[in-house]
């Protein structure tokens, strides 16, 4: 019954047309079945206080222009869970709402991770009301869901720096290297508070998340860790120098 917490660094809404990142994805769906139900925190919804999807068929998003058509026509019919949220919000307080959806930084992933769209997925929001300290103690509250066949998920990027990519492709930058190193680590041996402070992970870790709405989804996810759990790491690459595409399964 009890399920893993997952992050998935999702990189541009292009990997939803599918690809190497998207056969990972593909895997962990494969490994992780049907659970019960998925609550997912993107790097995409930030709100003032919290919020929780609560509808019966959540929208699907498109939040990002000048990709084409092929990704604008893409929908991904997952059910939500008015009762999935209901418990959310319990758990953390948030206000359930039908004023969101499922944004691209969730069905992009979850297309392929379950391409059936028939686990019923609700969003939860980054309130930006809160410190990083704020949100993993927030986070912490989730932890029950596990036990109850839910799987609590992350969408964003370890390192995440459009103003350092590199257009073309290119080899990794030395400081988003070793930052994404230094946050593996840190998920290997537990150590949260490093997680939360992350500017002192590394050095030069203000290039890596010069803006954090992408790393604060892997504090929801490494807040669920219980003793015991094993951590493996999937999509382990940096692309464009400075966009990271590495996953992390926790459990």
């Known amino acids: 019954m009890r399920q893993p917490a997952v992050f998935f660094g999702h990189g ?17 769906g494969e490994d992780l079945g049907k659970p019960a139900g998925v609550v997912m925190v993107s790097a995409h919804w930030e709100t003032q206080g919290l919020g929780v999807t609560a509808q019966e068929r959540p929208p699907t998003i498109h939040d990002f222009g000048n990709f084409g058509p092929e990704l604008r026509a893409m929908q991904y019919p997952a059910p939500g869970s008015p009762a999935l949220a209901r418990r959310v919000a319990d758990l953390t307080g948030a206000s359930p709402t039908d004023t969101w959806g499922l944004d691209h930084g969730s069905w992009s992933v979850l297309a392929h991770v379950w391409p059936e769209a028939d686990v ?50 290119g080899d990794p930058y030395p400081w988003a290297t070793g930052f994404n190193e230094a946050v593996k680590a840190a998920l ?11 500017l002192a992970l590394a050095e030069d870790a203000q290039l890596s998340v010069p803006t954090d709405e992408h790393f604060l989804p892997l504090i929801y996810v490494a807040a ?28």
């Open 12 to 28: 541009s809404p292009m990997n939803a047309l599918g690809g190497l990142h998207a056969e990972g994805w593909r895997r962990v």
């Open 120 to 169: 019923p997925v609700v969003q939860l929001s980054l309130d930006r009301a809160l410190d990083a300290r704020g949100h993993y103690d927030l986070a912490r509250r989730l932890k029950p869901l596990r036990h109850e066949g839910v799987v609590v998920a992350g969408s964003g990027d370890f390192v995440h720096n459009l103003q350092t990519w590199k257009r073309a492709g």
């Open 188 to 198: 290997a041996r537990g150590d949260h508070d490093a997680l939360v402070d992350w």
């Open 224 to 251: 669920q860790q219980e003793p015991g759990d094993a951590v493996t790491f999937f999509n382990d690459v940096i692309e464009g120098g400075s966009i990271s595409m590495t996953g992390v399964r926790i459990g």
